[in-house]
């Protein structure tokens, strides 16, 4: 039997009529599947040991979402710019922390690079069209979903970093749809990639022992047909095939 590595991939709580549902997009879960068999985590909050959890996942994926992580988990309490989804802000902060602590690969995308740079201590700009120097980085909301996903700019691409040794060249295009962005970087992160205004738009664990990246672009976005896209959905498939070996010799070959 082959060892496909299971692969987390983070939940949004919304409401389908009355009714609360946890969703992760298709796009998310199809990119996944690059890596190994999808499992969606329900954001359940914090009353399950997420250790319990990771032990058996090879990696997770945390996806991008309308909804804006709260800035009470990084500046205190601050009304902060909705919507907001607490339930998986919970979720989302404990599972990267034990991840990062148990050695599971974990790659962030848009609100999940957000998180991840929260995770570890860093902060959040609210709206990064009005924090200074910064372009404006959201979609036009009424342009078709290939407009809004299509490139929208340049990322220069931080010589010596994990980006630059899976393949990515100097320059890329990237799409852009996020209103908030990076502004206090997390501890022990390394700039991986910065925008033309010089806005974060990638970052990397600084621990050759991790795989742990974070981008602030959809490279999930038609993966398939997008090369600069798809190296980093190799790279983190590579990373969980490791995680697969390691917990097989951990385990004695029993999983
Ligand atoms: N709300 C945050 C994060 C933006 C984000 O993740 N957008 C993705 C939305 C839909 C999707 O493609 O999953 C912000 O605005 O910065």
Redesign the pocket.
């Known amino acids: 039997m082959s060892h496909l590595p299971l692969i987390g991939v983070s939940a949004c709580t919304s409401l389908v009529g009355k009714h609360l549902f946890h969703i992760a997009?298709d796009k998310y879960l199809q990119a996944a599947a690059l890596a190994g068999w999808p499992v969606i985590i329900p954001a359940l909050g914090t009353h399950l040991e997420v250790e319990d959890l990771l032990a058996h996942l090879d990696a997770v994926l945390f996806?991008?979402?309308?909804?804006?992580v709260d800035p009470s988990h990084y500046q205190g309490a601050q009304p902060g710019v909705g919507p907001h989804d607490p339930a998986r802000d919970h979720t989302s902060l404990a599972l990267i922390r034990a991840a990062v602590a148990l050695g599971v690969p974990i790659l962030g995308i848009?609100?999940g690079f957000?998180e991840m740079n929260v995770a570890f201590g860093g902060s959040l700009h609210q709206k990064v069209h009005e924090a200074g120097p910064y372009q404006d980085h959201r979609e036009e909301p009424d342009e078709t979903l290939e407009v809004q996903y299509g490139p929208s700019h340049e990322v220069q691409i931080e010589p010596g970093g994990l980006l630059e040794r899976i393949g990515l060249p100097e320059q890329i295009r990237v799409n852009s749809?996020?209103?908030?962005?990076v502004d206090r970087l997390g501890a022990g992160l390394r700039v991986e990639a910065r925008a033309p205004d010089a806005l974060i738009e990638a970052f990397s664990l600084d621990r050759a022992d991790r795989f742990a990246l974070g981008v602030q672009w959809?490279p999930e976005w038609q993966v398939q047909s997008n090369p600069h896209y798809q190296v980093i959905f190799q790279a983190f498939a590579r990373a969980a095939q490791r995680r697969v070996e390691q917990r097989r010799i951990a385990t004695g070959s029993r999983i």
């Open positions: 997009g996806t991008g979402s309308p909804s804006n848009c609100r957000q749809l996020h209103g908030q962005g959809h």
